[in-house]
């Protein structure tokens, strides 16, 4: 499943009011207009759309309550947030909207205790990011025929950066070609990134150690405030 923020103006927040934080000390995901459906969420803030860092929280839904798991200092594109549903590639930028998490991936083996699928990338593992590509924003184990290396990603030439991972569901269960691919949530490299959201390795360990499959979790990306309605597309 994947979901987009429908903006009324600029960008829409992730409320569903205009107040830029939930009214009444509620946890921000009480506040939503979507969670996914889940029982455990990552949400994704940035102050504003041109903004290149924000906090990410990781929450655990217990007995109807939405409870801060953790949090952690966040970067995104180096040229801010824009809406998902209508984003191009190339522009790095990161995709704002509501998207599942298929799955995990890393050239560091997993941290103790992860239950998340996690696929391990060898020096045959790429991302393909070749819009004339039928592998498009898909994992490539050898690079395919109609795939160009230069328009994908090598993973093992980011030991840092792709340690650990997390894919986000962005254009991924029905690619529409131009859109943009190869969006994760990853750990930090030296600044702002291409349209990922980065993360402390300490943080993405942890992450991977709290998500459980079993509870669906989902991630949020949007900003602080403004109204917001959450449509599937």
């Known amino acids: 499943m994947q979901t987009a923020l429908v903006t009324a103006s600029v960008l829409a927040a992730l409320l569903t009011g205009t107040a830029a934080t939930p009214s009444g000390g509620e946890p921000l995901p009480s506040a939503l207009a979507d969670t996914g459906g889940g029982s455990q969420l990552i949400t994704v803030v940035a102050a504003g759309t041109a903004a290149t860092t924000g906090t990410l929280t990781w929450w655990d839904e217990r007995g109807g ?3 801060e798991a953790g949090s952690a200092p966040a970067r995104f594109g180096s040229h801010g947030l824009t809406e998902g ?25 997993p941290p103790a205790g992860t239950r998340y699928p996690y696929r391990r990338a060898t020096a045959r593992s790429w991302w393909c990011e070749d819009n004339g590509s ?3 924003n898909r994992w490539a184990e050898g690079l395919p025929a109609d795939c160009a290396g230069s328009e994908s990603e090598h993973l093992a030439d980011y030991p840092t950066q792709y340690a650990r991972a997390m894919v986000v569901g962005f254009n991924y269960d029905h690619p529409v070609h131009g859109r943009g691919a190869g969006i994760f949530l990853h750990v930090d490299g030296k600044g702002s ?3 990922c959201v980065s993360v402390p390795a300490d943080a993405m360990a942890s992450i991977l150690t709290w998500a459980d499959p079993a509870r669906h979790p989902h991630i949020a990306i949007g900003t602080a405030g403004g109204a917001t309605a959450l449509t599937k597309y």
Do not use: C, E
């Open 134 to 136: 039928r592998a498009y």
């Open 85 to 109: 549903t209508t984003r191009k590639q190339g522009t790095y930028t990161t995709p704002a909207g509501l998207y599942d998490l298929p799955y995990a991936f890393g050239n560091a083996a």
């Open 65 to 67: 309550r939405w409870v």
């Open 193 to 195: 990134t291409a349209g």
